[in-house]
């Protein structure tokens, strides 16, 4: 479970994710090319630019 001060997003294995937990609203949804098979990566390479709290990453 993420604190208020933290962020993560689980990855799937198909390159996509099935969870993201932001403490506040945050627009990383934007920029992502979804018609691509890495979304996953995409979000999360976003969500480490625009997010300043500690981001974990989990694996499925």
Known sequence: M??????AIALTK?????LIAL???SDVFTSINYS???VGQQ????MKKI????LFSIRA
């Not at 997010?51 to 500690?54: A, E, F, N, S, V």
């Open 36 to 38: 691509l098979g890495n």
């Open 23 to 25: 403490p506040s609203y």
């Open 51 to 54: 997010i300043t709290l500690p």
């Open 43 to 46: 979000t999360y390479t976003l």
């Open 2 to 7: 993420c604190q208020k001060k933290e962020a």
């Open 14 to 18: 198909d390159n996509g994710y099935y």
